[in-house]
């Protein structure tokens, strides 16, 4: 079936450090795939999106290239903030069928000053 | 509001009682889902609305879980009987269409806690 594997956390940086959350994915067909985030206290949101293989997302500083034939979606930064603490989702959507999405297990960042 | 609304926004019950979560999507977002997120777990898929229809409910965990969703907009969730393992938080998004590619607006969520 389909499913979403992304790293373990917390991951803790030092602010200014580069950022890469792993994220593989198993699935039938040509998943759209995504990166949501959840701000402490707020509800998860929308990072990036990529809808075909070797389409790249971006958002906010933030990087994500479709990689069809290593399965992955790998959520990179140059130089992360404070402000970028938070749990960043991988998930995935079939393009057929019904239109549910899969959601990794989400990974915490702590961005130390 | 403009967002996506749940209440209540927390639910201390006791086991065995039923409850009733609610969510009130964005305004002409046709598709409504529920997921429900438990402690290091990921957010587990529980029912898709489009309209008024629920064409995968494939997630709902037993039973006991239901779900409904009036002149395609608000949507309750109910659990009977509800056990510990109930609890968790749940969330619902809403979407324009449906369509793949039609990013989820999410609820902050009804944490419910079974004691």
């Known amino acids: 079936g389909n499913s979403v594997t992304q790293m373990e956390g917390p991951v803790t940086l030092s602010e200014e450090a580069f950022l890469t959350i792993n994220c593989t994915y198993t699935?039938?067909?040509?998943?759209?795939l995504f990166w949501y985030v959840q701000y402490p206290g707020e509800g998860l949101q929308l990072l990036l999106k990529?809808?075909?293989?070797?389409d790249k997302g971006s958002n906010k500083g933030f990087e994500a290239t479709y990689r069809k034939e290593t399965t992955s979606f790998h959520l990179e930064k140059g130089s992360v903030q404070v402000s970028d603490s938070a749990v960043y989702f991988c998930?995935?959507?079939?393009?057929?069928?019904?239109?549910?999405?899969?959601f990794g297990t989400g990974t915490r960042l702590k961005v130390l000053a | 509001g403009a967002g996506v609304s749940q209440s209540p926004s927390n639910k201390v019950t006791e086991k065995g009682k039923d409850v009733e979560l609610r969510c009130d999507p964005i305004?002409?977002?046709?598709?409504l889902y529920w997921y429900r997120q438990s402690l290091g777990q990921g957010l587990e898929f529980l029912i898709y609305?489009?309209?008024?229809?629920?064409?995968?409910k494939s997630g709902l965990p037993s039973d006991r879980f239901s779900a409904e969703r009036t002149g395609g907009s608000v949507s309750t969730l109910t659990i009977q009987r509800t056990q510990q393992e109930d609890s968790a938080v749940y969330l619902c998004?809403?979407?324009?269409?449906?369509?793949?590619?039609?990013?989820?607006?999410f609820g902050n969520g009804t944490r419910l806690t079974v004691t």
């Open positions: 609305f489009q309209g008024n229809s629920a064409p995968d």
């Open positions: 699935a039938t067909g040509y998943p759209s």
């Open positions: 305004s002409g977002h046709t598709a």
């Open positions: 990529a809808t075909k293989a070797d």
């Open positions: 998930a995935l959507a079939r393009t057929s069928g019904t239109y549910k999405y899969i």
């Open positions: 998004a809403s979407s324009l269409s449906g369509v793949y590619n039609s990013p989820l607006h």
